[in-house]
């Protein structure tokens, strides 16, 4: 299988933290419920009018199941998409609710949705956010509600369980994560909104674009641990990078019955782990095969999100069946990606992609 690659970091837009958190104190009787909560709201990108969010919801409190996240936005600032959770807004009242997989929050559960955005003037981070209607400061102490029954060993996310087969002619999403890499819901979640990025941009270029299934990013525990990936099926003079996405897709094809390539999904691989210095990207049609650094920079932890949209861009370009351009020539398929969202695809690559191997994907 021939590999197209991608190297580098180019750093395009600013990100901005906030971190909120916690609790309203209205009594303190010996039945009250505790309640708090901390919201870290991070601008990933920005660009002339627009902008991405990644919001990280953390209860502090009593478990919960369903929550209501609102905030207000200055004059000018609104919502155009959103995932992981439904957002709605009236004038400058924001409000997320959650979504069906991600409503039950135990104490210290942590969850996160992300939206798109439009700005003019500015793009403050809000001020304040209130979870159930609980003021979150950071910290978490007594409400006059009822106490609601506590489970006996609340904990964070854990590792969810593999869905069944997803539908065909889909984007097929993984992310492995080695035996000694702890569960992140950072990563499912983050490399969930690249792909809904990529899924917006391909149907702004082409009219039409890919479907994603309902669970996005199916999680995969791996067999073995990072050394494993990383130093196994070496060439002890070549590059361990193609070991590691190499491994990991053998372990894929195995577990899941996949092919190469395979005629119902376009499959994406991310897996965290990579040899130091010898991060990078690689596809061909069918397959796009990532190395940690990609999954750290989903995760929102390498850097601002733009690099990492124009690099997904550029490597499902190449799933569907498009070559790199021979110069920089303003398309993602050079390195104008690193210049995302200000790459656009040529007449002739949209052309292509529509009549390429996975062009009855699109719709």
């Known amino acids: 299988m021939r590999l197209q690659r991608y190297r ?36 990933s990108s920005q660009w002339q009018g627009g902008f991405g969010a990644d919001v990280a919801v953390t209860n502090l409190g009593d478990p919960i199941n369903g929550w209501t996240l609102t905030w207000s936005f200055s ?34 559960a942590s969850t996160s949705f992300g939206f798109n955005g439009a700005w003019s003037g500015s793009n403050p981070v809000p001020a304040t956010f209130r979870l159930n209607n609980v003021l979150c400061t950071g910290t978490a102490g007594p409400t006059t509600s009822a106490s609601p029954t506590r ?3 609340p904990s964070a996310s854990s590792t969810p369980g593999n869905p069944g087969t997803p539908g065909t002619k889909t984007v ?37 674009t890919f479907a994603l299934n309902a669970t996005v990013v199916e999680t995969v525990n791996g067999e073995h641990d990072t050394n494993w990936y990383i130093n196994t099926n070496c060439d002890p003079n070549g590059d361990r990078y193609w070991c590691v996405v190499f491994n990991m897709q053998a372990e894929l094809r195995r577990r899941f019955s996949l092919a190469n390539p395979d005629n119902r ?20 049609p069918g397959w ?71 062009g009855s994907f699109l719709s």
Not at 174 to 194: E, H, S
């Open 8 to 43: 580098g970091l180019v750093l395009v837009a600013a990100t901005v933290g906030l971190v909120a958190g916690g609790a309203v104190v209205a009594g303190t009787s010996a039945g009250a419920a505790v309640a708090g909560c901390r919201v870290t709201y991070t601008i």
């Open 75 to 108: 004059p000018g600032q609104s919502v155009t998409q959103a995932w992981n959770a439904t957002v709605t807004q009236t004038g400058t009242s924001v409000s997320a609710v959650n979504a069906g997989y991600n409503g039950a929050l135990g104490t210290g």
């Open 265 to 284: 999904w376009l499959i994406v691989g991310e897996i965290s782990a990579e040899d130091v210095g010898k991060s990078g990207g690689g596809a061909s």
């Open 172 to 208: 097929r999403v993984f992310w492995l994560k080695p035996t000694d890499v702890a569960f992140d819901q950072r990563y499912p979640d983050g490399i969930a909104n690249v792909m809904r990025e990529a899924q917006r941009y391909y149907r702004q270029e082409l009219g039409k």
């Open 288 to 358: 796009v095969l990532l190395s940690g650094h990609d999954a750290d920079g989903g995760a929102g932890r390498n850097g601002p999100m733009n690099r990492w949209y124009g690099g997904m861009v550029h490597e499902l370009g190449h799933g569907f069946g498009l070559p790199d351009s021979s110069s920089t020539d303003g398309t993602p398929m050079s390195a104008s990606f690193y210049n995302y969202p200000n790459t656009h695809f040529s007449q002739a690559q949209k052309n292509a992609i529509l009549a390429g191997p996975y």
């Open 151 to 153: 489970s006996a060993s």
